[in-house]
């Protein structure tokens, strides 16, 4: 069962940068393609990164690509999201989650989510 927890999340000006990551307490991890969504106050989830299982697949929403990197490692079972040149559309919670599938950015594709963590951009 995969257990996620959500951190590194906190407030930064526009410019800046923050690294997330994605804690698996659980045991199916590195079977497993994740992604990163987020839910803006008022607004629907949507959906930021994903990356394959084996970590050598990924994609991204238009609007963090080239900003944007996500990461995994199976050993350490964490996905990491080093979100760079943030803007205060950004400013979200963020959740990373599990998919079986590879490809999909609908977050009723994707399940076990965690509890999220805040990232606030200011101006």
């Known amino acids: 069962q995969v257990q996620l927890v959500e951190s590194g999340g906190g407030l930064v000006q526009a410019g800046g940068s923050l690294r997330l990551s994605c804690a698996d307490s659980g045991r199916a991890f590195s079977v497993y393609n994740m992604g990163w969504f987020r839910q803006a106050p008022g607004k629907e989830r949507e959906f930021v990164a994903a990356?394959?299982?084996?970590?050598?697949?990924?994609y991204y929403a238009d609007s963090v690509k080239g900003r944007f990197i996500i990461s995994k490692n199976n050993t350490k079972m964490t996905v990491h999201l080093q979100m760079n040149s943030l803007q205060p559309d950004d400013t979200a919670v963020y959740y990373c989650?599990?998919?079986?599938?590879?490809?999909?950015?609908?977050?009723?594709?994707?399940?076990?989510w965690g509890q999220g963590t805040q990232v606030t951009v200011s101006s």
């Open positions: 989650a599990v998919t079986r599938g590879f490809g999909s950015r609908r977050s009723a594709d994707f399940e076990s």
């Open positions: 990356i394959s299982w084996r970590g050598d697949s990924t």
